[in-house]
């Protein structure tokens, strides 16, 4: 069963605390993406990543990290420095092309 | 700065009814336009998309109508039905369909009614 598994589904994040956020891919796509999803504005990108042991920072990826150690992996990381971290966060995967994206189920995050 | 806009925010068609939702662009480098449908807590899948070589691309029920000297796209969902209720977003890339440049609509939330 190919396809992109985020988690966990939800997550909450105490003041202060790091959270990690899981992507994994079979899809055997070079290229990774996060998107943050706020209601009322659409997806906007954190961080991509072409090919392993190289990413790219987004339009939003203040408060943001991430690694690409594996190509079947791209895990998020929001740091207490992301002052609103509450948001639906979607990690996605694209062929060597990229126009088709595909889309994890996304992860819930909120603040305790 | 918001290079890709949608309207309406929210739509309610009746069950056989045609949904429209509009987009419009501003950057004239863009060369893809795909959109994407979106159902509550999942991820957004492609449904549709069109390159401005031509007008129009039907698909089933979806139709993109495309007019390149307005910079304008549209989705129509011809006989729509309560399971096309979800949420739409248009979105827009250019330098040959790269992705990390994919620019997303603010989405439409569409409700088909009984």
């Known amino acids: 069963d190919g396809g992109i598994t985020q988690s966990p589904k939800y997550l909450f994040r105490k003041e202060g605390q790091n959270v990690t956020l899981s992507c994994e891919q079979n899809l055997n796509h070079d290229a990774m993406y996060w998107y943050r999803q706020d209601p009322g504005q659409g997806l906007r990108l954190i961080y991509y990543s072409q090919i392993v042991n190289d990413f790219q920072k987004g339009d939003i990826a203040e408060g943001y990290s991430v690694s690409r150690e594996k190509k079947e992996s791209f895990p998020l990381t929001v740091t207490s420095a992301q002052k609103n971290p509450t948001a639906f966060y979607l990690c996605?995967?694209?062929?060597?092309?990229?126009?088709?994206?595909?889309f994890g189920s996304g992860t819930q995050l909120s603040v305790l | 700065q918001q290079q890709v806009k949608q309207s309406p925010q929210s739509l309610i068609v009746q069950k056989g009814g045609i949904s429209i939702i509009n987009c419009a662009y501003e950057?004239?480098?863009?060369?893809?336009f795909p959109w994407y449908q979106q159902f509550p807590g999942k991820g957004p899948a492609l449904l549709i998309a069109i390159r401005p070589d031509v007008s129009e691309k039907k698909e089933g029920r979806f139709t993109i109508s495309f007019n390149k000297s307005a910079k304008q796209f549209s989705l129509h969902i011809m006989d729509s039905q309560p399971g096309d209720s979800a949420t739409y977003f248009c979105?827009?890339?250019?330098?040959?369909?790269?992705?990390?440049?994919?620019?997303f609509g603010t989405g439409t939330r569409l409700q088909v009614t009984l």
């Open positions: 950057n004239t480098a863009f060369d893809y």
């Open positions: 996605a995967s694209g062929g060597h092309y990229n126009e088709k994206l595909f």
């Open positions: 979105a827009a890339t250019g330098n040959t369909g790269t992705a990390s440049k994919l620019t």
